[in-house]
């Protein structure tokens, strides 16, 4: 699960590389949050899901999304 999950992350990180900051390692993303006190945001998506490429192209773009979830989570 664990190697999925950050296979995941390596594959969407390129995609958002001007917008949301990704950690693509799960261990340091763990140890930022807890240095930092900040949630850990984690953004999941599936094939062919209207709602999931909605998210992708209009909520995780916007600009103010993309500030606050990098001021405020660890993604």
Not at 14 to 41: C, H, N, R
Request: aromatic share 10%; glycine share 2%; net charge negative.
């Amino acid at each position: 699960m664990r190697r999925l999950f950050l296979l995941f992350l390596l594959l969407l990180a390129p995609l958002m590389a001007d917008g949301i900051k990704w950690y693509t390692d799960v261990q340091k993303a763990q140890a930022a949050a807890q240095e930092s006190k900040k949630i850990i945001f984690v953004y999941v998506e599936a094939a062919h899901c209207p709602y999931c490429e909605e998210m992708l192209n209009d909520t995780l773009s916007d600009k103010d999304v993309v500030r606050n979830i990098n001021n405020d989570y660890i993604a």
